[in-house]
């Protein structure tokens, strides 16, 4: 098949369409409705509900933190309440840039670039966040073992160790397939942005 | 009233670029559909701020490339979802065998282009000419013209291996 045949069927095609106006004022206007409010619906993305869940746990620990009584305890408080809020906060700023692209006045060019650049921000943030998560864990497991249960888990390092371990093998998991998919996405990605600059 | 009715009568008129478009970005029929209904959103969006500087099918071609842009990999093939080929041969109904199977090739071929190349490829399959795909793209007119050549090949070795 030459390329002269592909560019006749996709006349052919053309014209065929042409003949066919299968739309209404009213389905056209009923799409551009029922659209605008999808849009609204859309919050409940894994990114939004994640974003929910590490500032409940955030504000679990704040209003908790009387109950972590030494040095250590009170630390590990603060810097799982800090990665529970900075890290949402990355996550979907990087998220909105994405969904804020200007498509009506950038050229298919700078759009390409753009969201290219996002998309590679995003995956990077969402890359490092699953490495930070380890020290997230190292915070979080005594902060929220001593305010559930009233235990300081360094004064028991087995427990410790052993439940930092499982979680840990957890993460390593996510890690190593986040890290491959991270792969895959950002060669393709930066040859793009090489090729267009 | 009369700005929908305005904007009703222009998305009718092209309906068929936007089925091409669409039809380029998306491999089944659910995809292009929710594609469609994207691009027809940001339209409307977009409608007042159409001031007549450039052709209102370039317009058209900038918001629909760009929207697919970012629609790019958030869609999943659903396991009831028709294959694009499919899809378009419903659409087009012709019961003209030949027509259909070039068709199926067409996009067999397209599918294989990386995102910028199917831009590009769109634009050169509309008749556009590399200014207007300039205008459109925001790359150079020579740029255009090396990439279009690349794409020429790269659909050439392709073809002989098909």
Same mark, same amino acid.
């Not at chain 1, 009213?26 to 939004?48: G, L, P, Q, S, V």
């Not at chain 2, 282009?113 to 207007?132: I, N, P, Q, T």
């Given at each position: 098949?030459?390329?002269?045949?592909?560019?006749?069927?996709?006349?052919?095609?053309?014209?065929?369409?042409?003949?066919?106006?299968?739309?209404?004022?009213?389905?056209?206007?009923?799409?551009?409705?029922?659209?605008?409010?999808?849009?609204?619906?859309?919050?409940?993305?894994?990114?939004?509900?994640?974003?929910?869940?590490?500032?409940?746990?955030?504000?679990?620990?704040?209003?908790?933190?009387?109950?972590?009584?030494?040095?250590?305890?009170?630390?590990?408080?603060?810097?799982?309440?800090?990665?529970?809020?900075?890290?949402?906060?990355?996550?979907?700023?990087?998220?909105?840039?994405?969904?804020?692209?200007?498509?009506?006045?950038?050229?298919?060019?700078?759009?390409?670039?753009?969201?290219?650049?996002?998309k590679t921000?995003?995956l990077?943030?969402?890359r490092?966040?699953?490495?930070?998560?380890?020290?997230?864990?190292?915070?979080?497991?005594?902060?929220?073992?001593?305010?559930?249960?009233?235990?300081?888990?360094?004064?028991?390092?087995?427990?410790?160790?052993?439940?930092?371990?499982?979680?840990?093998?957890?993460?390593?998991?996510?890690?190593r397939w986040g890290y491959g998919h991270y792969k895959r996405v950002t060669s393709s990605a930066e040859q793009l942005?090489?090729?267009?600059? | 009233?009369?700005?929908?009715?305005?904007?009703?009568?222009?998305?009718?008129?092209? +309906?068929?670029?936007?089925?091409?478009?669409?039809?380029?970005?998306?491999?089944?029929?659910?995809?292009?559909?929710?594609?469609?209904?994207?691009?027809?959103? +940001?339209?409307?969006?977009?409608?007042?701020?159409?001031?007549?500087?450039?052709?209102?099918?370039?317009?058209?071609?900038?918001?629909?490339?760009?929207?697919?842009?970012?629609?790019?990999k958030?869609?999943?093939?659903?396991?009831?979802?028709?294959?694009?080929?499919?899809?378009?041969?419903?659409?087009?109904?012709?019961?003209?065998?030949?027509?259909?199977?070039?068709?199926?090739?067409?996009?067999?071929?397209?599918?294989?282009?990386?995102?910028?190349?199917?831009?590009?490829?769109?634009?050169?399959?509309?008749?556009?000419?590399?200014?207007?795909?300039?205008?459109?793209?925001?790359?150079?007119?020579?740029?255009?013209?090396?990439?279009?050549?690349?794409?020429?090949?790269?659909?050439?070795?392709?073809?002989?291996?098909?």
């Amino acid at each position: 098949m030459e390329l002269e045949e592909l560019q006749s069927a996709w006349t052919q095609m053309s014209h065929q369409l042409e003949k066919q106006k299968e739309l209404t004022n009213e389905i056209i206007m009923e799409m551009t409705k029922e659209k605008y409010r999808t849009k609204f619906k859309a919050i409940t993305n894994f990114e939004k509900a994640g974003a929910l869940v590490c500032i409940a746990s955030a504000l679990f620990i704040f209003f908790n933190i009387p109950k972590l009584d030494t040095w250590y305890l009170l630390a590990c408080g603060l810097i799982a309440i800090v990665f529970s809020i900075v890290l949402p906060i990355l996550v979907l700023g990087s998220l909105k840039k994405i969904q804020c692209l200007d498509i009506v006045n950038l050229s298919y060019k700078d759009a390409l670039l753009e969201y290219t650049k996002s998309k590679t921000k995003l995956l990077k943030i969402q890359r490092y966040g699953i490495y930070a998560s380890f020290i997230y864990l190292m915070a979080f497991l005594p902060a929220i073992a001593k305010i559930l249960n009233g235990k300081d888990l360094f004064l028991e390092p087995s427990t410790l160790l052993w439940k930092t371990i499982v979680m840990a093998v957890f993460l390593l998991i996510i890690a190593r397939w986040g890290y491959g998919h991270y792969k895959r996405v950002t060669s393709s990605a930066e040859q793009l942005i090489k090729d267009l600059e | 009233m009369a700005k929908e009715i305005a904007f009703a009568a222009l998305v009718r008129e092209h +309906q068929g670029l936007l089925f091409k478009v669409t039809s380029i970005y998306t491999d089944n029929e659910t995809d292009r559909e929710d594609l469609f209904q994207e691009v027809v959103y +940001q339209l409307w969006r977009s409608f007042d701020s159409f001031r007549n500087e450039s052709k209102i099918s370039t317009w058209i071609y900038r918001v629909a490339m760009n929207t697919a842009i970012t629609q790019l990999k958030k869609r999943k093939r659903r396991p009831d979802a028709i294959p694009i080929s499919e899809s378009i041969l419903i659409h087009s109904e012709s019961g003209d065998e030949d027509f259909e199977e070039r068709l199926r090739m067409l996009y067999k071929h397209i599918e294989r282009l990386d995102v910028l190349e199917k831009g590009l490829m769109l634009l050169l399959l509309e008749g556009k000419g590399y200014k207007e795909i300039a205008e459109i793209t925001g790359l150079s007119e020579s740029n255009v013209g090396t990439r279009i050549s690349r794409i020429k090949k790269k659909l050439k070795t392709n073809m002989i291996k098909s």
